[in-house]
């Protein structure tokens, strides 16, 4: 158990340094989400109030949560993951003690850490800036970004996939970031879409896992829904891990 501690510390360091000497990573990692959630507000600030039963503070806040899982932990690992892979430090490493789980966790640490480090600030404005309440439900937030970071994590492992080089990752990240935006209650809140719609868009991969911040945030409607939200953020998990041990690519294609 120490050495797995020891190991994950030390690829985690390595990544961490990595990740401060590329200015593009660093940027988006940093900067984006903040500038994604002032465009967030401003997006929710043009629905009614029937259309946001939580107002434009709390549509914003859980929101922006999703948008910094999916930009720092989702679009960060994947180039970063791309990066090493064709640099040959995935197959170097595989030459070591740790093991490939070890090897991809040990480099998503940073990525995990900024996003936890950016939803406490995003609380904290929310309840200091935005005027609103203490999550009711703590313990169901913290389950929902407990989640949702290793989910995104091993998505961002299959995403590498089809990703050849580090240049295509912003366009094979675009199609979930936008279909979680739409679908998932980020940029337009479930409840204003058709009911047909919100029934297809729950199974979406990162739906449960906004449930769980919604639920953290303003309590849980019902405990039906996060059920639901827990078999989704499962199964999508078991279907990417597959993925991942079934396709991933430690070195460059030839």
Do not use: H
Not at 189 to 214: I, K, N, Q, Y
């Amino acid at each position: 158990m120490n050495a797995t501690v020891t190991r994950l510390t030390a690829l985690g360091r390595a990544e961490l340094t990595l990740l401060g000497r590329n200015k593009n990573n660093l940027f988006i990692a940093l900067l984006m989400p903040l500038l994604m959630i002032f465009v967030l507000r401003s997006s929710v600030s043009q629905m009614g109030t029937d259309e946001l039963p939580r107002g434009v503070a709390g549509a914003t806040l859980v929101g922006g949560t999703g948008m910094v899982l999916i930009l720092v932990v989702y679009m960060g690992l994947v180039s970063a993951y791309v990066a090493r892979r064709e640099e040959l430090v995935l197959k170097r490493l595989r030459t070591g003690e740790a093991s490939d789980p070890e090897i991809l966790a040990g480099a998503a640490l940073p990525s995990a850490a900024i996003a936890l480090a950016q939803c406490a600030v995003l609380a904290v404005g929310g309840v200091t800036v935005l005027d609103l309440p203490a999550p009711e439900r703590p313990e169901l937030l913290a389950l929902g970004l407990l989640a949702g970071i290793p989910l995104l994590a091993v998505l961002a492992a299959a995403t590498t996939v089809i990703t050849r080089n580090v240049e295509s990752a912003g366009l094979t990240t675009l199609p979930f970031f936008l279909v979680s935006a739409l679908g998932s209650g980020m940029m337009v809140p479930r409840e204003v879409l058709p009911e047909v719609v919100a029934d297809v868009c729950e199974l979406l991969p990162l739906s449960g896992v906004m449930e769980f911040v919604r639920a953290g945030w303003f309590g849980a409607e019902s405990t039906g829904d996060l059920v639901t939200a827990a078999v989704t953020t499962l199964a999508w998990g078991m279907i990417t891990v597959f993925a991942v041990q079934r396709w991933f690519r430690w070195e460059p294609r030839r």
